[in-house]
């Protein structure tokens, strides 16, 4: 794809038509993208680099460069929704096969070359059409060639039956049963277009250890069950559209974890679209050879200087989690439930489509990077009790917590290179331990500075952090308040 304006290419001169591949992408590709195929500006634009739109079948390829591509596209797991001018009445076709031909076979593409003879029969068979493709009609036509998913072992069963909900399925004999070498999870396997319903079942790998955030749109009914626990469900019935999509957090560790999808068709249109994404990745992968319709963000973010408030569920946190972005792009999660900062990370701070928009639910991933998790398990004794915030002149905020006749006060601001945490407590009684983290331990560098986990580093003013039995804590005495400074490596 090559996104320039007509403007522009209508400037070829004799000598650009003895140019290589190469020079033609440079000359009228790289502006948008970039030279290493990646996307120009940070990735606004589509990659072309390692990119399934490129591999498989040229045809697809040729046809957007002919005539132009709008609307929404998703590539390596974003969405993008630009419009792609066509070029066919301002490239010749030997330039096109150029072009073509250096894309599918730069930057880790593999893809066979595409010859001028080719471009010229499909500008042939599609000279009567006036009007650029979407990326569904595009599909239709030429499919993107499929990769393996993370699901193994794969096997699909259809069943057939007049349900208005998701039956149960262990006394039904199936009618057809599939083994799913590719781990794709797809309606193509059932011979009916209405009342039936599907399984699969297999094993899902996790490349890492984390919180893994997974997305589910159906039309009709669907659920999702990881290591036999429930993840996602959508019943009734409905299109898939994105009004009924749902997501769903859970805590994997690394490995291999059973995964099972039922789905039902009642009546009218079929679909199923599953994603996922990684610990730390802002990225989906597909499970389903269709994705979701795209979900326009709604960025929430410090404004005039004051952090903006998040007061929703949080993927890595409690039901009772309170989001803070501050501005410079730094930000915390913290638990009223477990009474302890249990997240932190960098960059955006959350996107508010999810709840915002149609009522959606689960738990929304941080927007940002450099994702932090601190702590899952209760900061204080049992009888402590979290007694709300309070927000200072400029928006910082205050945690406050009743331990018995004490009140620990716990407050938070951004500086110019992180946030920086104040501790103290009001009134008389003992020395408090205080948890910091119970997954990340204390490795001490230069002076009062630590290294907490492979990506934060703490300063103390006040106190040293300890660390035992996997857990980090500080010990906070009535008459000295403790500083941290936290900053990201």
Same mark, same amino acid.
């Given at each position: 794809?090559?996104?320039?304006?007509?403007?522009?290419?209508?400037?070829?001169?004799?000598?650009?038509?003895?140019?290589?591949?190469?020079?033609?992408?440079?000359? #009228?590709?790289?502006?948008?993208?970039?030279?290493?195929?990646?996307?120009?500006?940070?990735?606004?634009?589509?990659?072309?680099?390692?990119?399934?739109?490129?591999?498989?079948?040229? =045809?697809?390829?040729?046809? !957007?460069?002919? #005539?132009?591509?709008?609307?929404?596209?998703?590539?390596?797991?974003?969405?993008?929704?630009?419009?792609?001018?066509?070029?066919?009445?301002?490239?010749?076709?030997?330039?096109?096969?150029? !072009?073509?031909?250096?894309?599918?076979?730069?930057?880790?593409?593999?893809?066979?070359?595409?010859?001028?003879?080719?471009?010229?029969?499909?500008?042939?068979? &599609?000279? =009567?059409?006036?009007?650029?493709?979407?990326?569904?009609?595009?599909?239709?036509?030429?499919?993107?060639?499929?990769?393996?998913?993370?699901?193994?072992?794969?096997?699909? $069963?259809?069943?057939?039956?007049?349900?208005?909900?998701?039956?149960?399925?262990?006394?039904?004999?199936?009618?057809?049963?599939?083994?799913? #070498?590719?781990?794709? !999870?797809?309606?193509?396997?059932?011979?009916? %277009?209405?009342?039936?319903?599907? +399984?699969?079942?297999?094993?899902?790998?996790?490349?890492?250890?984390?919180?893994?955030?997974?997305?589910?749109?159906? =039309?009709?009914?669907?659920?999702?069950?990881?290591?036999?626990?429930?993840?996602?469900?959508?019943?009734?019935?409905?299109?898939?559209?994105?009004?009924?999509?749902?997501?769903?957090?859970?805590?994997?560790?690394?490995?291999?974890?059973?995964?099972?999808?039922?789905?039902?068709?009642?009546?009218?249109?079929?679909?199923?679209?599953?994603?996922?994404?990684?610990?730390?990745?802002?990225?989906?992968?597909?499970?389903?050879?269709?994705?979701?319709?795209?979900?326009?963000?709604?960025?929430?973010?410090? +404004?005039?200087?004051?952090?903006?408030?998040?007061?929703?569920?949080?993927?890595?946190?409690?039901?009772?989690?309170?989001?803070?972005?501050?501005?410079?792009?730094?930000?915390?999660?913290?638990?009223?439930?477990?009474?302890?900062?249990?997240?932190?990370?960098?960059?955006?701070?959350?996107?508010?489509?999810?709840?915002? +928009?149609?009522?959606?639910?689960?738990?929304?991933?941080?927007?940002?990077?450099?994702?932090?998790?601190?702590?899952?398990?209760?900061?204080?004794?049992?009888?402590? %009790?979290?007694?709300?915030?309070?927000?200072?002149?400029?928006?910082?905020?205050?945690?406050?917590?009743?331990?018995?006749?004490?009140?620990?006060?716990?407050?938070?601001?951004?500086?110019?290179?992180?946030?920086? $945490?104040?501790?103290?407590?009001?009134?008389?009684? %003992?020395?408090?331990?205080?948890?910091?983290?119970?997954?990340?331990?204390?490795?001490?560098?230069?002076? #009062?500075?630590?290294?907490?986990?492979?990506?934060?580093?703490?300063?103390?003013?006040?106190?040293?952090?300890? &660390?035992?039995?996997?857990?980090?804590?500080?010990?906070?005495?009535?008459?000295?308040?403790?500083?941290?400074?936290? $900053?990201?490596?």
């Amino acid at each position: 794809m090559i996104y320039r304006s007509l403007f522009s290419l209508c400037a070829l001169t004799a000598s650009a038509f003895a140019q290589d591949g190469g020079q033609l992408f440079t000359q #009228h590709c790289s502006a948008c993208h970039g030279t290493d195929g990646k996307g120009a500006t940070g990735g606004a634009f589509p990659p072309l680099a390692g990119s399934a739109w490129v591999a498989g079948d040229a =045809d697809r390829a040729i046809k !957007i460069v002919l #005539h132009g591509l709008h609307g929404p596209i998703n590539v390596a797991g974003k969405t993008y929704n630009l419009a792609m001018p066509p070029q066919g009445a301002v490239i010749p076709d030997d330039h096109i096969a150029a !072009i073509l031909t250096f894309v599918r076979s730069s930057w880790e593409n593999q893809a066979s070359a595409v010859s001028a003879d080719l471009v010229k029969s499909i500008r042939a068979a &599609t000279s =009567d059409r006036n009007t650029p493709w979407t990326a569904e009609e595009i599909l239709k036509l030429h499919p993107l060639p499929f990769e393996k998913t993370a699901l193994s072992s794969l096997i699909s $069963r259809v069943y057939q039956g007049p349900w208005s909900a998701i039956p149960d399925f262990a006394p039904l004999k199936p009618i057809s049963v599939e083994e799913e #070498h590719d781990g794709i !999870i797809s309606l193509s396997d059932s011979p009916f %277009k209405e009342s039936f319903a599907m +399984v699969w079942e297999g094993t899902f790998e996790a490349p890492s250890a984390g919180d893994y955030t997974f997305l589910l749109d159906a =039309d009709d009914a669907a659920t999702v069950t990881i290591n036999n626990k429930p993840c996602l469900k959508i019943g009734g019935t409905g299109p898939i559209n994105g009004t009924r999509a749902r997501r769903g957090t859970m805590t994997l560790p690394a490995g291999a974890h059973p995964f099972r999808v039922e789905y039902l068709q009642v009546k009218g249109n079929q679909g199923i679209a599953l994603g996922w994404k990684a610990p730390d990745s802002n990225s989906w992968k597909w499970l389903t050879d269709k994705t979701a319709p795209p979900r326009e963000p709604i960025p929430i973010e410090a +404004v005039a200087g004051r952090p903006a408030i998040y007061r929703n569920f949080i993927a890595g946190s409690t039901a009772r989690a309170i989001g803070f972005g501050f501005p410079g792009g730094f930000n915390i999660s913290y638990s009223a439930d477990n009474l302890a900062t249990e997240l932190v990370w960098t960059g955006k701070f959350m996107d508010g489509a999810l709840h915002w +928009v149609e009522r959606g639910s689960g738990k929304e991933p941080p927007a940002g990077e450099n994702v932090v998790n601190l702590s899952k398990t209760r900061a204080l004794p049992a009888a402590a %009790k979290f007694r709300g915030y309070k927000l200072d002149p400029t928006g910082n905020p205050t945690f406050s917590i009743q331990v018995g006749s004490q009140t620990l006060l716990d407050s938070w601001q951004a500086n110019a290179g992180g946030l920086t $945490r104040k501790l103290s407590i009001s009134g008389s009684g %003992k020395a408090m331990k205080i948890l910091i983290s119970d997954r990340l331990a204390a490795k001490a560098t230069t002076g #009062h500075e630590y290294a907490l986990g492979d990506k934060l580093l703490v300063t103390t003013d006040g106190a040293a952090l300890e &660390t035992t039995e996997g857990k980090t804590t500080l010990n906070l005495d009535p008459a000295k308040p403790v500083t941290l400074t936290y $900053r990201w490596k």
